[in-house]
């Protein structure tokens, strides 16, 4: 089965201080992929990442960075110098085993954390 | 290149009604999605298909009828709505995958912009 937690309902954080969004996903396969996606307030979804289950290096763009630890099942997101802009509900979502027919994949989502920056 | 689009953005309806939401994809995409997002849930899948006149359902399919008779167009049918279905839709597309082992760009979907349906 496939499960994705994002324990984090809610944060509320003031603008330029540094936030870390967790996610911990589920998973029997070995190869999967991990995703991270952000819901502004105008409610689409805008991908922001996309991660093998074979490449654990740490990725950084710009503000945002990525820690991925195969290890204790966890794909991190982290924004630095938070800005008002950084307003959202951010997803993590997991692609794993095939299903269905013709090895269509599904992404589980996780729940989903809300995040404020407050000027 | 649109990407993908939805029709309509909002929409609201009186138990028992039926509509049809529509998607559509300028990409030749092989495989579309319908995800509902509710409160505290995430994206739930409801039903998807991978190709033309064929469906499959997803998680959470009841209440729902779909439809690809056109490769770009992907169609969610409530035949009698009800409170429950009140959420916000997402349809997705992608290329088809060829596994997990493919090509990363193919394990991408790409979605719409949501259709936000109320149900009184």
């Known amino acids: 089965a496939q499960k994705v937690t994002q324990a984090q309902t809610e944060i509320s954080v003031v603008e330029k201080e540094d936030v870390t969004l967790d996610c911990v996903y589920e998973t029997r396969d070995t190869t999967y992929y991990l995703f991270w996606y952000k819901q502004p307030p105008s409610g689409e979804l805008v991908f922001l990442i996309r991660?093998?289950?074979?490449?654990?290096q740490n990725e950084i763009s710009g503000r945002y960075s990525w820690n991925f630890q195969k290890s204790t099942s966890s794909f991190n997101f982290t924004i630095t110098a938070s800005q008002v802009v950084d307003s959202a509900v951010y997803f993590c979502a997991l692609m794993s085993e095939a299903f269905g027919i013709q090895g269509a994949q599904k992404l589980v989502f996780g729940q989903g954390t809300r995040l404020t920056i407050n000027p | 290149n649109a990407g993908v689009t939805q029709t309509p953005k909002f929409r609201v309806l009186k138990t028992g009604q039926s509509m049809t939401l529509l998607c559509a994809q300028d990409?030749?995409?092989?495989?579309m999605y319908w995800y509902r997002q509710d409160p505290g849930m995430g994206l739930r899948l409801i039903h998807y298909s991978v190709g033309e006149g064929t469906t499959a359902k997803g998680e959470v399919p009841d209440g729902y009828n779909v439809s690809r008779l056109k490769k770009q167009n992907f169609l969610l049918g409530l035949e009698s709505a009800a409170p429950s279905q009140t959420s916000v839709y997402f349809c997705?597309?992608?290329?088809?995958?060829?596994?997990?082992?493919?090509?990363?760009?193919?394990?991408?979907?790409?979605f719409g912009p949501g259709t936000r349906l109320t149900v009184l």
């Open positions: 991660r093998n289950s074979f490449d654990e």
């Open positions: 997705a597309s992608s290329y088809s995958a060829g596994g997990l082992a493919g090509p990363s760009s193919y394990n991408e979907q790409f």
């Open positions: 990409m030749n995409h092989e495989y």
